[in-house]
């Protein structure tokens, strides 16, 4: 249709109530998810595994479609072991749920050595020590998580999805409602 016959207003007027909604469902899910965080663990466990073997079909095909290049063996095996790794969350996501909590922890604490290493090289500019506070608590977390592990691999990867989501979508709900605002209520 044309944009005579949906003015600028009016469809933004739609995109933001759309936003809204959106908004207030990605916060009903991060409120969820905090209050269940065992449900939600496993359900990013069983998506990480659903990615890791849609990525390995990938890389399967394009192994067969660089096969003349000679890296199709590496691609394939490549290939392979996402899929095998994707399939192994699906059929076991409490143990994906434990292996992917165990991963995070040490993530954090690589990111909180690295932060660290940073801080230290950009010592003299302006704002370096959030760095090192940010490396702080990336070495808190790690150890929070590592001291209890498996225990926490019923709650953490779920707390952290749902705060995030909670967090995600009252952003997105001020941005909404800020934009709302700049809307005129009435059509020229």
């Avoid at 040490?106 to 290493?117: D, K, N, P, Q, S």
């Avoid at 953490?156 to 749902?162: A, F, H, K, Y």
Wanted: aromatic share 12%.
């Amino acid at each position: 249709m044309s944009t005579a016959a949906h003015p600028p207003i009016t469809i933004a007027r739609k995109s933001i109530t759309w936003s809204i909604a959106l908004s207030l469902i990605m916060m009903i899910a991060g409120i969820l998810a905090i209050i269940i965080p065992p449900v939600a663990g496993i359900a990013v466990a069983l998506f990480v595994g659903w990615l890791l073997i849609f990525s390995g079909v990938a890389h399967l095909v394009y192994a067969w479609h660089q096969r003349a290049t000679g890296s199709m063996v590496w691609q394939l095996l490549l290939g392979i072991a996402y899929i095998l790794v994707g399939v192994y969350l699906l059929l076991n996501p409490v143990l994906g749920l434990a292996s992917l909590t165990f991963a995070l922890s040490v993530y954090l604490f690589v990111a909180g050595i690295l932060e660290f290493i940073m801080a230290v090289r950009l010592r003299p500019a302006a704002g370096s020590g959030w760095l090192f506070v940010d490396g702080i608590i990336s070495f808190i977390l790690a150890i929070l998580i590592w001291k209890t592990w498996p225990s926490s691999s019923a709650w953490v990867l779920g707390m952290l999805v749902g705060f995030g989501m909670l967090f995600s979508g009252i952003t997105r709900l001020m941005l909404s409602l800020a934009a709302r605002s700049l809307v005129p209520r009435t059509a020229p």
